[in-house]
């Protein structure tokens, strides 16, 4: 009873009669018809190995994906091995990671990471974490250092294959603009609300639309909502951007 009381704001908020899960297919559906290749474009390389998603969005913390895109390719061109970060001097690392800004808390963070991963595991790896449950994953990566919920996610869904919902700005902007979210909701609140309404199996697919929604249409500033798909069951639509309509 509990759980249908926290999302019965949802539906009214989108106005699908189906409920929660049919209004979140419905928005699934606009998106996949407006970025039909959104995964294959937003898809990196570094995706193929759970350290390295896990450093790459540590990285992205705080900066655009242009600047931490840069600073993972000359961290990565520096030292090869993650074993070498954690020996080199400090100082040499930040050095590689200037580009992306906020150089001394994400060597320090990275480097943290790292290092327990090695006095967990023997080695640098989150190679167990295949065989766990996504609950423990979540669990221990958050207890790593500089890794909240939506780094952990991204490291679970992206690094691990398991299905998770990481909320970055774009999609918490989206999910509070159409009225998923409350407006001062914190993101870790939105992030655990959107795990248990999106569906596992277009958790990957539907979080990278919602990136690229956020990134061409429903930007910070002056949104294009006359050309968005969602407006018809927007509330910042139909509150401020057209009121009246």
Known sequence: MAKHAKHNGVAQALGGPGGEQADIMAVYQALKDLYPDAQSELLEPWRDNPVDVLVATILSQATNDTLSGRAFSELKSRFPEWEMVIAEDPAKVEIALAGGGLQKQKTKKIRGALTKLKQDFGEITLEPLFDWPKQECM?????????????????????????????????????????????????????????????????????????????????????????????????????QAHPGK
Do not use: N, W
């Not at 690094?159 to 919902?165: H, R, S, V, Y």
């Not at 999609?171 to 914190?186: C, D, F, H, S, Y």
């Not at 569906?199 to 909502?225: N, T, V, W």
């Open 139 to 239: 669990e221990y990566l958050t207890s790593l250092p500089g890794v909240g919920p939506k780094t952990a996610a991204c490291v679970v869904v992206f690094g691990l294959g398991k299905p998770a919902f990481p909320v970055d700005t774009h999609i918490l902007r989206i999910a509070r603009r159409l009225g998923l979210a409350g407006e001062k909701q914190p993101a870790a609140s939105v992030q655990e609300m959107l795990e248990q309404l999106v569906p596992d199996e277009i958790k990957q697919p539907f979080h990278l639309m919602l990136i690229h929604h956020g990134r061409e249409i429903c930007s910070a500033r002056k949104p294009k909502c006359p050309s968005c798909p969602l407006r018809h069951m927007c509330r910042y639509f139909r509150t």
